[in-house]
């Protein structure tokens, strides 16, 4: 099976709501392209293994770098930000979403939808501290399975 392919059937079978047989068909592969460390990634989402996904969401997302490079793929980075929600760390979920405001995806889409729900359930003052980068324990609910392949 082509890695195309394989990548493929991984996200048909995320489609049908089995991310553990979707992650066995990944453990057979060998090759370790950047798109497929993702849909690993985006199995271990869904597994709630968040650690194991950010690992590897970071290393594939920031390649090295201190920064994000601008040729990141937009699923990749869409991707860490669901693991940085869904870990609780919001500051560095919503520096990326700063960076991709302008960009048109439904999965950004879903993401933007799922913070504003969460901004307008925080009392005036949590809302305030959100303006300047301080952002409540309190977890953001995502209306969707996390990531995507």
Same mark, same amino acid.
């Given at each position: ?5 394989? %990548? ?17 068909? #990944?453990?057979?592969? %060998?090759?370790? !392209?950047?798109?497929?460390?993702? @849909?690993?990634?985006? =199995?271990? &989402?869904? #597994? ?25 793929? &937009? ?5 860490? +930000?669901? @693991? ?7 500051? @560095? +979920?919503? !520096?990326?979403?700063?960076?991709? @405001? ?17 901004? $307008?359930?925080?009392?005036?003052? +949590?809302? &305030? =501290? =959100? ?5 409540? $324990?309190?977890?953001? !609910? ?8």
């Amino acid at each position: 099976m082509t890695t195309n392919s394989k %990548v493929d059937r991984v996200r048909d079978l995320l489609d049908q709501n089995r991310p553990e047989e979707a992650f066995r068909l #990944l453990d057979h592969h %060998v090759e370790e !392209t950047p798109e497929v460390r993702n @849909a690993r990634a985006v =199995c271990l &989402l869904r #597994l709630g293994r968040l650690s194991d996904a950010v690992s590897i969401l970071r290393d594939i997302t920031f390649r090295g770098y201190m920064n994000m490079p601008d040729d990141t793929p &937009l699923r990749f980075q869409l991707n860490f +930000a669901t @693991a940085m929600l869904m870990m609780n760390f919001k500051d @560095a +979920a919503m !520096t990326v979403m700063d960076r991709l @405001a302008l960009e048109e995806d439904p999965q950004a889409d879903q993401l933007r939808n799922a913070i504003e729900r969460w901004k $307008k359930s925080l009392s005036p003052i +949590a809302r &305030l =501290c =959100c303006r300047i980068g301080l952002y409540p $324990k309190r977890p953001v !609910t995502l209306d969707a399975p996390p990531g995507r392949v």
